[in-house]
């Protein structure tokens, strides 16, 4: 599954790679430059990342779904106890 961005973030993007390069490596870097890293960075990185992303979305809806048994209980047959 290819990682698509829409045109504002891969802007953003862009621009912040073309500035970290010019602030951390001293060197100007072209949009052609910083377009040719963020691909490769979505290819190759992106891939690792969303698979986490999703485990740790996994293990979190799972955590929900244990705490329902204790949160969403009502005591069936309670009407005479309650009086």
Known sequence: MAIKLNKEVEQRLLGSIQR???ENMD???GELKARLLLD???R????SVYNQ?????Q?????????IETVCYES????????
């Open 53 to 57: 992303a999703i485990l740790d979305a």
């Open 40 to 42: 490769y960075c979505l």
């Open 27 to 29: 060197e100007e870097v």
């Open 59 to 67: 293990a979190a809806m799972q955590e929900k779904i244990a705490e």
């Open 44 to 47: 190759e990185i992106g891939p």
């Open 76 to 83: 069936e047959f309670s009407y005479w106890t309650k009086k």
């Open 20 to 22: 970290y390069c010019a």
